[in-house]
């Protein structure tokens, strides 16, 4: 098991950029495929990016391609999602996910979630 706690949600307006963060408990951290989720109220949550256990690989969910980047530090135990070029569509609450399988879009394949973090775009 790992612990997620994210960070780093707020209120932007359109156009502007965050960067979120998630740290990860435990010495495991860099066995782990990391991804980031969001939730629309009263719908499944939804894939955003994820990253393999080295970094080396990356998905990005269509809507989000050319504008959100994802990536890793091992030896600080933390998965970020950079957010530019931001949508009032963007508004959600983002989920960070662990998975000791492979990288994956599917979140019923990762066993492990943070508490999610408010992202805000207003127009």
């Known amino acids: 098991q790992v612990q997620l706690v994210e960070s780093g949600g707020g209120l932007v307006q359109a156009g502007g950029s965050l960067r979120l963060s998630c740290a990860a408990s435990?010495?495991?951290?860099?066995?782990?495929?990391m991804a980031w989720f969001r939730q629309p109220p009263g719908e499944e949550r939804e894939f955003v990016a994820a990253?393999?256990?080295?970094?080396?690989?990356?998905s990005l969910a269509n809507s989000v391609k050319g504008r959100f980047t994802i990536s890793r530090d091992n030896d600080k135990n933390t998965v970020y999602l950079q957010m530019n070029s931001l949508k009032t569509e963007d508004t959600n609450v983002y989920y960070c996910?662990?998975?000791?399988?492979?990288?994956?879009?599917?979140?019923?394949?990762?066993?492990?979630w943070g508490q999610g973090t408010q992202v805000t775009v207003s127009s």
């Open positions: 996910a662990a998975t000791n399988l492979h990288l994956s879009a599917l979140h019923y394949e990762y066993g492990n």
């Open positions: 435990g010495r495991t951290f860099s066995s782990y495929a």
């Open positions: 990253i393999s256990q080295s970094g080396s690989s990356t």
